[in-house]
């Protein structure tokens, strides 16, 4: 879908759902809904990309993709914990001081 290619994801998820909603009968259907979990993926909004996944297992549970979705649900639900929070209290009157840090688990240490 040329929309997801270009990275714009908002307008691709919209014609998706439209496809969705005024052809609720069409083979497209369950790839449509395959695919706004792959655009919520590839925005990073991982927890979207986990609830789109889990939609499509409980909509479509014996189509062929369905283990391609609970594979892809997993890497959702791992990537929303790749990202850990540091937190640092200082003592005796010196500020606290809070490190955020994000990485990928997926990529080597440089």
Known sequence: ?????????????????????????????????LSIGDARYAEGSYKQAELEYRDFITFFPNRPEASEGEGKSTLSKERQNSKVGFRCSGRRGRPNITFLHSFDLGSPLR
């Not at 879908?1 to 497209?28: C, V, W």
């Open 1 to 33: 879908m040329k929309a997801i290619n270009k990275s714009q994801y908002g307008a691709a998820r919209s014609l998706l759902e439209t496809l969705i909603n005024n052809h609720p009968d069409s083979a497209f259907v369950s790839p449509a809904k």
